[in-house]
Nanobody
């Protein structure tokens, strides 16, 4: 089992920025960020493989990047909104598929809380 270790969560005011990091113990073909707010479904935020893809709600504000040599993925979050408040999870899979389907990912981080106040 690949282990994922996350960091960078915290509390900020609307308009602020946070940078999340996820370090994997081994390389995986696809890495992604999901988030889940209370009472909501877990939703895909961004994913990176040969390219990148983003949820419409974060396009232009969030950027996913990777450092392959360190098996590390980052999520730079700018212009944060209260609607971004959620637990953010790093996820990984060796297989392709629908990028924003949580069922396609078998490796998950512990989750980190992001809170954006108005």
């Amino acid at each position: 089992q690949v282990q994922l270790v996350e960091s960078g969560g915290g509390s900020v005011q609307a308009g602020g920025s946070l940078r999340l990091s996820c370090v994997a113990s081994r390389y995986t073909a696809v890495m992604a960020w999901f988030r889940q707010a209370p009472g909501k479904e877990r939703e895909g935020v961004a994913a990176i493989a040969t390219g990148t893809i983003y949820a419409d709600s974060v396009k232009g504000r969030f950027t996913i990047s990777r450092d392959s040599a360190k098996n590390t993925v980052h999520l730079q979050m700018n212009s944060l909104l209260p609607e971004d408040t959620a637990i953010y999870y790093c996820a990984a899979t060796f297989y392709g598929g629908t990028w924003n389907d949580p069922g396609r990912y078998n490796i998950w981080g512990q989750g980190t809380q992001v809170t954006v106040s108005s």
